[in-house]
């Protein structure tokens, strides 16, 4: 019976690291598609969102049917509860890339505000975060999922100077608000990934020790 229960996780390990790499691509691939203003990989994004959107809900309904049909120690029913949020978590990712996408493509072609500089930089911040959570979930690393939830103010601080340097624009340049708005969305969709990177390193404590922490 433990034997049949340890197959189940692994097969289940095995789809959450296939949702994180199609998330965590995501964000790179969303970046890639802003800095380039090129609707067609924004479009791709687009396209495989389902695929992740499909991948949670089978990811949860075999953690529900495990827990309910075999004889879970309370650290499997833990890991479960864990393995249920952080693919949430992971689904959100994928929302979040998307309405990078949808910027893309609502924009289409123009010329730059201003020079493209910290966006790429805070992308890279989170992506990093976003890797380093999943590593901490894999690894069962909790020093990890502890210093990699500490970047977040790093992120949070980031953002603050960007809106508060597009805010100032705005004021400005009148006839290139959609653009400015299009820039402060795209930061603030990468803050909110930020926080979800957090999120899942509370979820890898919770599944590790059984505290319920706020990072």
């Known amino acids: 019976m433990r034997e049949q229960m340890?197959?189940?996780?692994?097969?289940?390990?095995?789809?959450?690291?296939?949702?994180?790499?199609?998330s965590a691509g995501s964000i790179g691939q969303a970046m890639e598609a802003f800095v380039r203003q090129d609707a067609r990989i924004a479009k791709q994004i687009l396209a495989q969102d389902p695929e992740i959107n499909k991948l949670e809900k089978e990811i949860e309904n075999l953690c529900i049917t495990l827990a309910a049909t075999q004889?879970?120690?309370?650290?499997?029913?833990?890991?479960?509860?864990?393995?249920?949020?952080?693919?949430?978590?992971?689904?959100r990712v994928g929302d979040y890339s998307c309405n990078i996408a949808e910027v893309v493509i609502s924009l289409g072609k123009y010329e730059l505000v201003?020079?493209?500089e910290r966006l790429p930089i805070m992308e890279k911040k989170v992506r990093e975060m976003l890797?380093?959570?999943?590593?901490?979930?894999?690894?069962?690393?909790?020093?990890?999922?502890?210093?990699?939830?500490?970047?977040?103010?790093?992120?949070?601080?980031?953002?603050?100077?960007i809106y508060r340097e597009?805010?100032?624009?705005?004021?400005?340049?009148?006839?290139?608000?959609?653009?400015?708005?299009?820039l402060i969305l795209v930061g603030r969709y990468l803050?909110?990934?930020?926080?979800?990177?957090?999120?899942?390193?509370?979820?890898?404590?919770l599944m590790m020790t059984g505290e319920n922490v706020k990072l």
């Open 6 to 22: 340890e197959d189940r996780i692994r097969e289940i390990h095995s789809k959450v690291e296939y949702m994180s790499r199609l």
């Open 71 to 91: 004889s879970p120690l309370a650290s499997d029913l833990r890991q479960m509860v864990s393995i249920i949020k952080i693919v949430t978590d992971l689904e």
């Open 114 to 116: 201003k020079p493209l």
């Open 131 to 161: 890797e380093a959570s999943l590593r901490a979930y894999f690894q069962h690393d909790i020093e990890l999922a502890y210093a990699t939830a500490r970047k977040d103010d790093e992120v949070d601080t980031l953002y603050e100077e």
């Open 166 to 182: 597009l805010l100032h624009l705005i004021k400005i340049r009148e006839n290139q608000e959609d653009q400015i708005i299009g």
């Open 191 to 205: 803050e909110r990934i930020a926080d979800h990177a957090t999120n899942i390193c509370e979820r890898v404590i």
